[in-house]
Nanobody
């Protein structure tokens, strides 16, 4: 059963920007560390960014300086602002609890597909 709902994906040109959003009716984001992941075709799901319960963000090296993660504790949403997108960023993006081993997580949503193409 999916606990998370992602939205905001779509087609974007190289160098462009996109903002993703995640919400849940089962998880209170203000009480836990939440993360965004992506699964590039042919690769395992990888951690993109995470934000702690006290709003400290951390980023994977390949998005550092380009992506920004944030939370809205009133709306119970986690957002991912993505700038300077390139072809390698093309992937479905998912949110879930933070884990260094995302393969062990459950309750994944459908994800939201970001396609970077001219």
């Amino acid at each position: 059963q999916a606990w998370f709902a992602e939205s905001g994906g779509g087609l974007v040109q190289p160098g462009g920007s996109r903002t993703l959003s995640c919400t849940s009716s089962q998880v209170v984001f203000s009480r836990t560390t939440m993360a965004w992941y992506r699964q590039v075709p042919g690769n395992e799901r990888e951690l993109v960014a995470h934000i702690t319960d006290d709003d400290r963000p951390r980023y994977a090296d390949f998005v550092k300086g380009r992506f920004s993660i944030s939370k809205d504790n009133v709306k119970n949403t986690v957002s991912l602002q993505m700038n300077s997108l390139n072809y390698k960023d093309t992937a479905p993006y998912y949110c879930n609890y933070y884990s260094g081993l995302p393969g062990y997580l459950h309750h994944w949503g459908q994800g939201t597909l970001v396609t970077v193409s001219s």
